[in-house]
């Protein structure tokens, strides 16, 4: 009997322990996971701070920059003025610039629209509006605005005219922004017109208007409306 007993008592005593080890595995699984359910708690609110206290155009602005080295421009002529200087690769309108005049790139550089629109109402000539020419000439226009509705357009209705000629080697790049014919009318100006050795890239943004290829035209990207 007193063997029974002993063998009770020593069954009644690896369970009470075994119970006691499962209870301590249980309140230190708790308080792991309450401290990492706390820490993530804390960091929400931090987010949550930094998103109350911080203007939505401030927050936009130090995800979307613009390079510090930009030149800014509000007219045809400060336009033109900056595209002759070698040292600016960077241009950004400061406004919706209203031209008759043309416009001649042959160099490496970015128009940034910045959500203002480039308006060419030449329509006394057949002669393109903007002419990009040269065999190390890259023309790249984007648009850093949140909305990227910053356009280039015209809005002739002369059949035999072009808004932008690409000519001569010369690469025509657009990341955003529009490329437009306004005239909702009659869209007989051609948009672009990419000479037999030069090129077209477009990685985004929008063209309304017919486009004439005879060189190399690459879409990766962006919508075409004819």
Known sequence: MR?????????????????????????????????????????????????????????????VTVPENNSSVSTFEELQQKLKDENEDYIVLANDI????????????????????????????????IVITGENTELTIKDSSKNENGSIVTNSIDENKKLISIENN?????ESGAISNDNLSNKKTKIIYISESSEFIMNGGTTIGEIIQEGRMTITSGKIIN
């Open 98 to 129: 209203i031209t008759n005049n043309y416009l001649t790139i042959d160099r490496t550089v970015i128009i940034d629209l910045n959500g203002f629109t480039y308006s060419v109402n030449n329509q006394d000539t057949e002669q393109s509006s």
């Open 3 to 63: 063997k029974i007993r002993e063998e009770k008592g020593s069954i009644t005593l690896f369970v009470l322990i075994s119970i006691m080890f499962f209870v301590i595995v249980l309140v230190g699984l708790y308080i792991t996971s309450s401290n990492k359910i706390q820490k993530q708690q804390q960091e929400l609110e931090q987010i949550q701070k930094k998103y109350d206290t911080q203007n939505i155009d401030d927050l936009y602005n130090s995800i």
């Open 170 to 174: 010369a690469t025509l790049i657009l």
